[in-house]
C-alpha cells in the first residue's frame, strides 16, 4: 500500500514537472515572438517582415524575383493580381518586388483590401512607394504608406544583387536620397534600383516621369555600372538600354492600361540574377 501511494506521489510530481516544463518553454517562445516584433522599440512593418524572410542565399548563388508594378486595388482589372499571387504561390521565386501604385489612392480602407491581398503570397513581397499610394490630393503625404510599410527608401541584399528602392513619388529625388543612392551604390554585387516613376530619357512618350534629381541619379548609376532600373508608372511593357543600364517599365499588373504607348497588355517579369549574369521574361495574362 505505501509502494503504492509512493508510486501515486511519483507521478504526479512527474505530470506537474512536465506540465511545468512546458508551461516555461511556452513562455520563452512567447518572450521571443515579442522580441521578435519591436524593433527600436517598435513593431516591423511589412517591408522589414518581409526582407527578413528571404532565405540564406550565397554571393555566387542564384536567385529569382518577381517584378510588376500598378496594381491599384480595389480597382484590379480583370483579376489580374489573383493571378500574379497564384503563379507566385505555384512558382515560388525567391522574393516579389513591387514598383508601387498598390492602391488606387492611398485611404485607409484601401490599405485594408491591399493587406488581404498581399497576405494570400507565400512568398515574401517587398515594395516600393507610388504616386497613387499617397493620398494623391498630396504626393508629399505617405501617412498612410508609411503606417503599413514602413520606410520609403531603403535596400536589401539579396545573394549575388543589391536592390534599393528609392521614393519619387512626388517626382523628385531630392539630396537626401541622392546621398543615400550615392552610399548604396557602393557594393561589389549587383545594382538593381526599384522606384516607381520611370526616367523620362528614355521614352519621350512618359509625361509625368522623374523630374527633380534626374541629371544627378543618370551620373550616379552609370559610375556605379547599375545593372537595371525597374520602375511602373506607366502602364505598359517598356524595355529600353542606355550606356549599358537596362531600364525595365512593367506597369501592367492590374491597372487600367495605357493608350498612348506600345506594348500595352498586363504582365510581369521574372528576373533572374547570377553572380555576373542577368536575364528577365515577361509573362502575360
Known amino acids: 500500500m505505501r509502494n503504492t501511494k509512493k508510486n501515486i506521489t511519483n507521478k504526479v510530481r512527474l505530470s506537474l514537472f512536465v506540465l511545468l516544463f512546458l508551461f516555461s518553454a511556452l513562455l520563452i517562445v512567447a518572450d521571443k515572438g515579442v522580441a521578435a516584433e519591436n524593433v527600436n522599440g517598435r513593431k516591423p512593418l511589412w517591408n522589414e517582415i518581409n526582407i527578413s524572410r528571404i532565405r540564406d542565399i550565397p554571393v555566387d548563388g542564384n536567385i529569382e524575383f518577381f517584378f510588376c508594378a500598378d496594381l491599384h486595388i480595389p480597382f484590379d482589372d480583370r483579376g489580374i493580381v489573383k493571378k500574379i499571387v497564384r503563379q507566385a504561390n505555384s512558382r515560388k521565386p525567391d522574393f516579389v518586388l513591387l514598383g508601387g501604385d498598390l492602391v488606387q489612392m492611398g485611404l485607409p480602407n484601401y490599405y485594408t483590401t491591399l493587406k ?3 497576405r494570400k503570397f507565400r512568398v515574401p513581397v517587398i515594395s516600393a ?29 539579396a545573394g549575388p544583387a543589391r536592390f534599393i ?30 522606384m516607381h516613376r520611370p526616367v523620362g530619357y528614355v521614352n ?6 522623374l523630374k527633380g534629381g534626374s541629371e544627378r541619379f543618370r551620373e550616379l548609376i552609370e559610375k556605379a555600372g547599375v545593372t537595371a532600373v525597374m520602375t511602373g508608372h506607366e502602364h505598359h511593357y517598356g524595355s529600353y538600354e542606355v550606356d ?3 531600364y525595365i517599365v512593367s506597369g501592367g499588373a492590374g491597372g487600367r492600361l495605357n493608350t498612348n504607348t506600345k506594348n500595352n497588355y498586363h504582365h510581369y517579369i521574372i528576373g533572374n540574377v547570377g553572380k555576373d549574369t542577368f536575364s528577365f521574361q515577361v509573362i502575360t495574362l
Open 244 to 246: 549599358g543600364i537596362k
Open 204 to 209: 519621350k512618350l512618359y509625361i509625368t516621369p
Open 116 to 118: 488581404k491581398v498581399l
Open 165 to 194: 528602392f528609392l521614393n519619387n513619388a512626388n517626382f523628385d529625388l531630392k539630396d537626401a536620397q541622392l546621398g543615400f543612392l550615392e552610399n548604396a551604390l557602393k557594393t561589389d554585387l549587383q545594382k538593381f534600383i526599384i
Open 129 to 157: 512607394i507610388g504616386n497613387h499610394d499617397t493620398s494623391f490630393s498630396d504626393y508629399s503625404d505617405q501617412r498612410q504608406w508609411k503606417k503599413f510599410f514602413g520606410n520609403t527608401f531603403f535596400y536589401f541584399d
